[in-house]
Nanobody, 119 residues
Framework: VQLVESGGGLVQAGGSLRLSCAASGDISSIDEMGWYRQAAGKQRELVASITTGGSIKYGDFVKGRFTISNVKDNAKNTVYLQMNSLKPEDTAVFHC????????????WGQGTQVTVSS
């Protein structure tokens, strides 16, 4: 599985960004996709995830500001993260994640995209 991210950048507080992550390769192996973020000096944390069955989880800090969705065809599985009402504390490197939840868990990671929110 290969993950290609796009959509990061610099935005003012209160603004919006949309992140995209396209998964290709053996996408039939993917049970769940999502986004994690890691701010400087902090641990990586879940932003949002969506399973192939449509179950969605959000990090507690999201509080209705972000929406995750996905579109799948035969060749690609693309997950989107619409982020609204961005705050300076949302500044972080956002990493796309794809996961196989078999008899053990296997994760694939994207290279990361920087999101910077200015005050």
């Amino acid at each position: 599985v290969q993950l290609v991210e796009s959509g990061g950048g610099l935005v003012q507080a209160g603004g919006s960004l949309r992140l995209s992550c396209a998964a290709s390769g053996d996408i039939s192996s993917i049970d769940e996709m999502g986004w994690y973020r890691q701010a400087a000096g902090k641990q990586r944390e879940l932003v949002a995830s969506i399973t192939t069955g449509g179950s969605i989880k959000y990090g507690d800090f999201v509080k209705g500001r972000f929406t995750i969705s996905n579109v799948k065809d035969n060749a690609k599985n693309t997950v989107y993260l619409q982020m609204n009402s961005l705050k300076p504390e949302d500044t972080a490197v956002f990493h796309c994640n794809a996961r196989w939840n078999g008899w053990y868990t296997y994760n694939w990671w994207g290279q990361g995209t920087q999101v910077t929110v200015s005050s």
